[in-house]
């Protein structure tokens, strides 16, 4: 076969050698031990939780290392292409804190090693395609759809292996005769690899997260161009990689099967192989057993429902790292306020079968995210929040910083903060009573007789005094308790409920919630201190008037 003559034929176009892209896309001129690694999403407009998860680790590697992050879009796939969804996917990890060194924009291409689309690099990976041609390992192939069913049906009736390998290869030793009047009827082709590998053999290699994987040899002549000469994920991975200098791809395990292809590809290629880091599935309890996070079951995949259920970035961040490497939370104990930049990421901590999403745990670490920021903080990040999920709740957040910022602040600092909130769209039913337009009527326990209530309302409105301390105002409610024939002595009381009709914890509740309408508020005399003496005796008042 002359395959000079062939490759000729199949790229009558192609000018520019691999040469003179190597020229084009030299080595970068880094530090020692710097990586350089990407994010190359498919624009499918779903971001999630696995993009940020692969994304941190990706973001973490590189800039620790002083390297560089790029974002290379994978749009081989028109059919599954969404408008807006690199847009959507730039913006949402930047919401993450991840920011790209080069790459794809929204405003086009940054870097010197682009384009950075893979639908505009058409012309670079034909010149790879028609080297491999050139020397042997690639090749035409004219099978119609019906043919490799066929095909297939046959094997799955013989019980072998199905694919295109051996003597189902079918163009790969035709004569250029046969490809010359294939391609005189115009009919089209795909490049196929010309595999040298058999199933026979092993060998070694190291995954950074996997560890020593024993990988068999691939024998199928995969695709490499499809017919419309836009290349597959396999061959356009090789050469972006290669060619925008790559050390380190971090990408889903989906990726391992096909892995043996893309070693064997890099090496027809002349390439020198990156390191790969194959990130495990995330995955959740269902009842006893583990499952991956799926698309369709699992709201809580898309990263839109973490923005939405107002879990602050931080939160989901600190969580995220945690999940990732297991000595982070040991180090955030020893560090707590350190920037987690600080802390030293190491793909090698991955979990190699994956990771466990906890999504009560994500709300423990959010509730201790939230305790760490002062109330400034709070009031920016949830009437933020609030502006794009609330706007009526933002709308009475601004209306007065300052009283919002005092309610933020009750509990807030020293040593054992308050844990109220985890997301930004529990703070309305956590504080909503402070503002008139949500308080409700709250509702007392029915084992209480409605006059004793009021009594204690009344009795409490008698000696009201919003200039008390905390402890003379709690001396009070212990006062109108023992009017009443209530106990201050819980001992006392549990020993013999019957001889009392309820505690100082009751007297307090009924005040509480003709205050707040709930049975649970934050401290209650700081809630008084706040609403102010006549919206607090006012909220008394009516709530009287329902008694009578
Ligand atoms: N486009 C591929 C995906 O979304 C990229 C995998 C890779 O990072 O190489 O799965």
Known sequence: MDYAALAGLLFPNVTDTPQSLEEKYPPRQLPEGAVVTRMAPSPTGFVHLGNLV???TAERMAHQSNGILFLRVEDTDAKREVPGAVEVLIETLKHYGISFDEGATIDGDNGSYGPYRQRQRAGIYHVYAKQLVEQGMAYPCFCTEEELSAMRAQQEANKETTGYYGKYALWRDRALEDIQAQL???NSW???FRSTGSVENQFKFDDLVKGKLTITEN?????????????????AHAVDDHLMRTTHVVRGDEWLPTLPFHIQLFKALGFKLPKYVHIGPLMKMDGTSKRKLSKRKDPELALTFYKAAGFPVEAVYEYIMTVLNSNFEDWRRANPTAPSDDFTFSPKKLNPAGSLFDYAKLTDVSKNEIAKMDSAKVYTLLTEWAGEY????????CRNPDYAKSILAIGRGGKKPRKDLATWKEAKSYMGFFYDEYLTAPEFDEKFNKTVIYSVLDKFLDCFDISDDSGVWFEKVKTITAELGFTTDMKVYKADPNAFPGTVADVSTFIRQAVTGKTNSPDLYTVMQLLGYDRTVSRIKAVMATLK
């Open 54 to 56: 692969m994304g941190l």
């Open 184 to 186: 005189a009827e115009g």
């Open 190 to 192: 795909v490049l196929r």
């Open 219 to 235: 024998d199928v002549d995969h695709v490499l161009l499809k017919s419309d000469g836009i290349p597959t994920y396999h061959f």
């Open 390 to 397: 609330d706007p009526e709740f933002a709308e009475l957040l």
